[in-house]
């Protein structure tokens, strides 16, 4: 079944010029099919209490720039409609209540899961990183300080950590903009390197929705928008998630 | 001088319909750029002596596709021209006594820098992997195993890891099959996940070289071949390292 479904995204990505291909889509019901509403979505992703710990807050090896934005955008929680969204430390933490559709449930164990992006829990090391969601202009902002541990070039961030760091401020977009949930395509242009341990601020655009896929734009530049980083275009499957205690 | 030398490659990426840009490549003395062998290449890139740790070696961690597929290409080594890519845990290391051209080079610190695919290393919790290089065929094997602290979706290899891993293998093939040195851009297209403990096997080609950039692709899928992870390609700028002692 896994195989089947990521087919579909498959040939979607191949043959998107073609006018309808529903014969290859999962068979959803039209009128439940990402019925979800974005407030919906964001109020079971943002839980209020919890005893997880949320990554996605300033430590001592934040840099001024990124600590001086992030209050900026704590600001704007408050007047401007966006959202922090926290950081725990897997996936399944944040769709806990649901699974993946199609068989791809796996059975829960002891093992030390981790989200890739939470992959070195030192701080300063490895991902720093904080993503702010506005939920009606369908747009994120992504705070970003890479770490040594994500070197690339001596000095410089690799180009791979930047590539998933962008995935996953797509992935956390798309799923609370339109319950986007697979990776189709990523198409990144590399411009300038980002030197390790200095801020890199990454703006995601939803720019439609089609056929079950989102398509997103990313930038990639530095706090005074003077250097580009990287820019990127991705597409991403919509998929609904079903509740673990439904037939 | 970081901004202009990507400024090159992000031109070069966005114009390269234009028929010739000679204006902003960087300065290149036209007889010696580029006039490092690939044999000389590998032969500093794989240092016979060393105290260095290889991680691109088998451990308890390995499943037995991956052992058995690295133990065939071993062999091979021996009779078909392909060769094993030692793997440090900085790019600093596999540098040594080169520098990065147009000032990028930053002064050595007691920072404990890792290169992104080898953050992780607690064995078999994150990056598992070993590249295997042809240097007349210009190609290159990675078999890879992600393992949990790689997780995206619950079970399975975040993209932005098989992206990372991805660019990880162009780096390494494009530096040796020609002083490719910057990623320019990369084209993912996902088609199935990756379960988190399996192997995917990396194939990737050096499809040409043009005006200072190696284009590149690589198809990642299961060891029978029947399940295609993703495809992507990859465009690098070919600059050369400078010795350190030179002026």
Chains 1, 2 share one sequence.
């Not at 890479?146 to 950590?161: D, I, Q, T």
């Amino acid at each position: 079944m896994i195989r089947r479904c990521f087919q579909v995204a498959g040939r979607l990505g191949q043959h998107r010029v073609l006018p309808a291909v529903p014969q290859v889509l999962p068979r959803l019901n039209p009128t439940s099919a990402f019925g979800s509403s974005t407030d919906a979505l964001v109020s079971r992703f943002c839980l209020k209490k919890t005893d997880l710990k949320d990554y996605a807050l300033p430590n001592a090896s934040w840099c001024p720039d990124m600590l001086t934005l992030y209050q900026e955008f704590l600001e704007k929680t408050k007047t401007d409609g966006w959202i922090k969204l926290p950081s725990f430390k897997s996936n399944r933490d944040h769709i806990q209540g649901l699974k993946l559709p199609f068989g791809l449930a796996v059975a829960s164990d002891k093992s030390d899961w981790r989200i890739f992006t939470r992959c070195i829990q030192v701080e300063g090391q490895g991902y720093e990183y904080v993503i702010f969601f506005h939920p009606s202009k369908k747009k994120s902002i992504c705070l970003f300080q890479p770490g040594p541990y994500l070197e690339g070039a001596p000095g410089f961030a690799h180009g791979g950590s930047l590539a998933a760091m962008m995935d996953e401020t797509f992935s956390k977009t798309a799923y609370l903009a339109g319950e986007g949930l697979f990776t189709v395509s990523l198409n990144i242009r590399f411009k300038n390197l980002i030197p390790v341990g200095s801020l890199a601020v990454l703006k995601v655009d939803v720019e439609k929705v089609e056929d079950q896929k989102l398509y997103m734009s990313c930038i990639a530049q530095s706090r005074d928008q003077q250097t580009v980083y990287a820019k990127c275009s991705g597409v991403f499957l919509q998929l609904q998630l079903e509740e673990e205690s439904s037939q």
